[in-house]
DNA sequence: AACTTCAAGGTCAAGGTTAATCAATAACGA
DNA sequence: TCGTTATTGATTAACCTTGACCTTGAAGTT
C-alpha cells in the first residue's frame, strides 16, 4: 500500500479534475480524514507538503463552525520539465548579472511580465541587502540564498 | 445553510455596490440585527471581523437617540494613498494572519493578481524559512523582515 | 442649566465547533 | 544504520453565536 500522503495528494488533485475548469476545490478537514481513516491533522501535513505557493498552489482556511479548507490551483500540474529547466537555469548560484539576464530572457518569452520581474527583482534585491548589512553574509552564500529564492518564486510561476 | 457572519458581510456589501462607486453606507444595528433574526452585538462581531483597515475599510458610529453606524471603504484611487495604506497596515511587523488579510483584500479590489500574489507568498515564506532553520532567528525578528519585504514589494505594484 | 429618561450602540465572556501547530514516534529508503 | 519522511494525538488558536451588562447622547422635565 503506497502511503497516506501519496493517496491524500493524488485524491485532492483529483477533485480539481473532475472539476475540469475548476481553478479551487473546497473539503472539510475533519471529513476527508475520516474517510481516509487518519487523524485531521494528515490533512495539515498533505498540504504543507504538496500544495504549496511553490508548485503553484494557496490554501485558504477557516476554522469554527462551517469551517472548510480550500485550495486553489494556479497553475497546471507535471510541468515538471519546464520545472527543471528552470532549475538549471539557475544553478545553484547566481551573478547578478545572470540574474538579470535570466529575467529578461523570461519576460521576452512571455513565461513573466513586467510587474511579475518587479517583484522578483524587489525580493531578490532585499535578501541580498539583508544578507550583506544585517547578517554579514559572504558572496557567495548571498547569491546561493537568491538563487534559491528565485527558483522557489519562479516554480509556481512558470508553470501557468 | 451558509454562516450567518458571511451573509451579512456579503449583504453590506451589496449594499456598497448598489450605490455605486459610493465611498460609505449607514445602517442601524438593531434593524440589520432584526432583519437577519440575529442578536444585535452579531452585528459588531461581523464589522469586527470583516470591515477592518487592513480589508480597507474603517467603521464609525454614533450612539444615543438617532444613532447609526456608518462603513467607510477607503479609497483606493490615488496611487500615494494606497501606499501610504499599505505602509500604515504593513507597520514593522505583522502577523501571517494579518498579511493575508491586507493581500486578499488587495486581490479583491484588483491591485495584484494571482500570480502575483503566488510569488509574493512563496518569497516570504522562503525569507520565514532562511530565519528559521538557517539563521534561527526569533519569531518577532523574522515578521520584521517579512514586513520590510512586503513593503517593498508592494510599493512598485501599488504604484502602478 | 441641570437632571432624568431611555433608546441607541459597545463590550465582554461563555460555550460550542472546527482547523493549526508541534513534538514525539514510527516507518521508510538509501 | 542513518537520515528523511510519515503519522499520531495533545494542545492551542480561530471562529461563530448569544446574552448580560455598560456607555453614550439626544430629548424631555424641572
Redesign the pocket.
Known amino acids: 500500500m503506497p ?4 493517496v ?1 495528494e493524488r485524491h485532492i488533485k483529483e477533485l480539481f479534475d473532475v472539476g475540469s475548469e475548476e481553478a479551487s476545490v473546497s473539503l ?4 476527508l480524514a475520516a474517510s481516509f ?9 498533505v ?3 504538496c500544495f504549496t505557493p511553490e508548485r503553484g498552489y494557496l ?1 485558504e ?9 480550500r485550495i486553489v490551483r494556479l497553475s497546471y500540474e507535471d510541468p515538471e520539465d519546464r520545472l527543471k529547466h528552470v532549475e538549471t537555469i539557475v544553478g545553484d548560484s547566481l551573478s547578478e548579472q545572470d540574474c538579470k539576464r535570466l529575467l529578461t530572457s523570461l519576460q521576452e518569452r512571455g513565461l513573466i511580465n513586467a510587474r511579475e520581474r518587479l517583484i522578483i527583482e524587489v525580493a531578490l534585491r532585499h535578501a541580498d541587502d539583508l544578507g550583506r548589512s544585517e547578517f554579514d553574509l559572504s558572496p557567495y552564500k548571498r547569491s546561493a540564498i537568491q538563487a534559491e529564492m528565485l527558483k522557489r518564486m519562479l516554480r509556481g510561476l512558470v508553470l501557468a
Not at 502511503?3 to 501519496?6: K, S
Not at 472539510?28 to 471529513?31: A, C, D, P, T, V
Not at 482556511?61 to 479548507?69: A, T
Request: with cysteine; glycine share 10%; aromatic share 6%.
Open positions: 502511503n497516506l500522503t501519496r491524500i472539510r478537514r475533519k471529513e481513516g487518519c487523524v485531521p491533522s494528515q490533512i495539515n501535513y498540504l504543507r507538503k490554501v482556511s477557516q476554522r469554527g463552525e462551517h469551517g472548510y479548507i
